[in-house]
């Protein structure tokens, strides 16, 4: 375009003013998403088990939607206060529009469980046998089990005045049992409620001696129905339904009041358990009698209530997956691609920068690269982050080795993490108590980046040795989140993050660094630099490009640069897996902005910002999604590719596949409906089966 043009081009570009009409509603948003993951269940061409387990993450994710957005929904009306959210929504029609959406979502996943999953299971030889399917022999060996393993720990309350509703656990699996007739005492109450406690499994495998296909298991909610009666001798059960409340589980700890958050994380931990209810999941089959005693106990409105056709805890199920070893039902195996690293990993990381890309390519190097460390004599000092890493980690067990071998060793440990509190709380004490230091990071700022240093003394003095990434230190996750990581021994970049360091664990003003960007104090303002360049540079004639890879995009005011970038003709490609404000296509402000969500086997994490700055090709890598608390509220880390292989590597793996998939892509449009992406008479495409075919070793089955 000539400097002529993009004169022309500039007069007819209508005035951005930004209004609730150019934002998309989060919540909304999120359960657009899982609708997305809810389609791979749908998908007849994935793996039986897989589909299983797809319903099962949805459950999963709807469990922490109520536990978070929905309790803040409930939070925002109960406060009565206007609106603050960018798409100018009023908190009470977003939650009925959230009611009505969830409602259509669990009423197609539970048709999918019963109408496909199951019955396509069973002709496997894998079945979920009902009551009404038990044969003697199973009957009679369930009765055992019922008698042996469940009634010792079942506490059955029968409600009267001495014995008021009990507390029910979050997310646990309970039942309203109808009764009718005296008690021993002579008592008639109508009503019991039977707590199953959650050391007992929710779904049981029948042995050998008494199934009758190669798997045959049993819902817990089955034997509790079938052998219930015996928890009330001489009365008669009418109805015993299951039900399951979830809880508010937001952690309130003021950050500012609180003289030790390790003694108060601990101490409000349990408290989640029992926050404000926000949901209740009953039975298909439940009387309305008691489903009406249960919203008034609990204190929730009908749109509350969620019948579902099947077990309601669904995502229990999960662990029937590795019950079952019919590989067949499966994704293939594969095993990561090993990178060939000498002996001396420092050696190899001196001489080039080294990329990993999981789950194509093994973790193992991390854990090889702190396991070197920990017992390298010339290492004096390791320093990590870490947000989730799960109840078992090898990488934290290397820490405590390198803190036992005499290294100085430091942690900045996030407590804070959601539904990770507890693991990290126990890991803060290990560490500590073999010698490492333990800090918490930054009052009112979670720690999210992903670093690790370790200072090695070498004959030309120190030098720091730095792995950088995108996604968690978390071994298994590794398997199943897309990521890049980076090994460097560059010394700016390794001076960048000393720098980091010290901010965190010590005081003092924000330093200023050479390459890496910063949240909370550098990073937003310079994704808003890097937008307005490619703008400047479109409406100068010259080409402007942007492509961005992230979880979510949120923060209004790089959705409203990036409006501004596609108004002057600057060609965008958002990839957002998950949740998306950002309108495209709406004519005269996004007419150039693409937004695609990719959903398939792994799930997508890395964070990538590609802009071209007229032929220099500015290549970033990041642990922050543009998002507002990533900008604001978190410890973040944006890191530049510098080697130009290594750059070249992240966009032929990270970008151009998912812009080339035809297979497990979805394409927004301008109201944020999603269509899965098709191509006619175009090759079927799938990035992610691209990538495990050239990175890794699949095993074919």
């Known amino acids: 375009m000539s400097a002529a043009q993009a004169a022309r081009t500039r007069r007819r570009i209508p005035k951005l003013v930004m209004g609730p009409h150019l934002y998309l509603n989060r919540e909304l948003a999120l359960l657009s998403f899982n609708r997305r993951v809810l389609a791979q269940a749908a998908n007849p061409d994935c793996p039986l088990l897989e589909r299983l387990r797809f319903l099962c993450i949805v459950s999963s994710n709807l469990d922490e939607f109520f536990e978070v957005r929905v309790a803040g929904l409930h939070a925002e009306i109960a406060s009565g206060l206007s609106p603050i959210s960018p798409d100018g929504l009023h908190p009470n029609v977003v939650y009925l529009q959230v009611a009505t959406q969830v409602q259509e979502i669990v ?49 059955p309350i029968g409600l009267d005045p001495a014995h008021p509703f009990p507390r029910v656990l979050n997310k646990s699996l309970n039942f309203a049992v109808e009764l009718e007739g005296k008690d021993a005492f002579g008592r008639d109450t109508g009503i019991a409620i039977v707590q199953a406690p959650r050391v007992l499994p929710r779904v049981v495998r029948l042995p050998a001696g008494v199934s009758e296909a190669e798997y045959d298991f049993v819902f817990l909610s089955s034997i509790m129905h079938e052998h219930v009666g015996e928890l009330f001798s001489g009365m008669t059960v009418n109805g015993c339904y299951q039900f399951r409340l979830t ?151 290397e820490l405590i080795a390198a803190a036992r071998n005499g290294k100085e060793v430091t942690v900045v440990l996030e407590l804070k993490a959601r539904f990770d509190e507890e693991a990290n709380i126990n890991w803060a004490q290990r560490l500590e108590d073999f010698g490492a230091h333990v800090v918490y990071g ?111 995009l949120l923060e209004p005011e790089i959705i409203a640069a990036l409006y501004r970038a596609s108004q002057a003709g600057v060609d965008i490609d958002l990839i957002v897996r998950g949740v998306c404000a950002l309108r495209p296509g709406v004519t005269g402000f996004s007419d150039n902005i693409r937004v695609r969500s990719i959903v398939g086997r792994f799930l997508e994490h890395t964070r990538i910002f590609y802009f071209a700055n007229d032929g220099a090709d500015d290549l ?55 269509a899965q992406r098709t191509v006619r008479r175009a090759k079927p495409f799938s990035a992610q089966q691209f990538l495990l075919t050239n990175l890794s070793n699949v095993v074919d089955t």
């Open 620 to 674: 970033y890598l990041s642990s922050a999604d543009w998002m507002g608390r990533n900008f604001f509220g978190r410890v973040e880390i944006c890191f530049p590719i510098l080697d130009k292989k290594l750059k070249k590597r992240v966009m032929t793996e990270g970008l151009r596949p998912f812009l080339d998939d035809n297979q497990q892509a979805w394409l927004m449009d301008n109201t944020g409906e999603y």
């Open 107 to 155: 009423a197609q996943q539970y048709q999918l469980l019963n109408e496909a999953v199951l019955p396509g299971l069973e002709a496997t030889g894998v079945r979920f046998i009902r009551r009404r399917q038990f044969s003697a022999a199973q009957t009679q060996w369930i009765k055992e089990y019922f008698n042996r393993d469940v009634l010792p720990v079942l506490t």
């Open 247 to 397: 809880r508010n589980s937001d952690l309130f700890v003021d950050d500012e009041e609180v003289k030790d958050l390790r003694l108060a994380l601990r101490g409000e931990l349990p408290h989640r358990n029992y926050g404000d209810e926000v949901r209740l999941e009953v039975a298909q089959d439940c009387s309305e009698q008691t489903t009406q005693f249960l919203l008034e106990q609990f204190q929730l409105d009908p749109e509350d209530l969620y019948r579902v056709d099947g077990p309601v805890n669904l995502s229990r199920l999960i662990s029937v997956l590795d019950s079952v070893e019919r590989p067949e039902l499966k994704y293939p195996t594969f095993q990561p691609g090993v990178m060939n690293i000498p002996e001396d990993i420092f050696a190899s990381i001196r001489k080039a920068d080294l990329l990993l890309h999981h789950p194509y390519q093994s973790f193992q190097p991390v854990i090889t690269f702190l396991k070197q460390a920990a017992v390298d004599p010339l290492v004096v000092a390791i320093k990590m982050t870490v947000y989730r890493t799960g109840a078992e980690s090898v990488l934290m067990e």
């Open 442 to 552: 930054v009052v009112g700022h979670k720690t999210h980046a992903k670093m690790l240093m370790v200072v090695r003394r070498e004959v030309a003095g120190l030098r720091r040795y730095v792995h950088l990434s995108t996604g968690n230190y978390h071994h298994r996750t590794a398997r199943l989140y897309t990521d890049f990581g980076l090994f460097t021994a560059h010394p700016e970049i390794g001076a960048d993050v000393a720098a980091l360091f010290l901010q965190l664990t010590g005081l003092g003003r924000a330093m200023r660094l050479k390459h890496l960007l910063q949240a909370p104090f550098t990073l937003h303002k310079e994704m808003l630099r890097a937008i307005a360049q490619e703008t400047a540079h479109a409406r100068a004639g010259r080409k402007g490009r942007i492509i961005a890879k992230m979880n979510s």
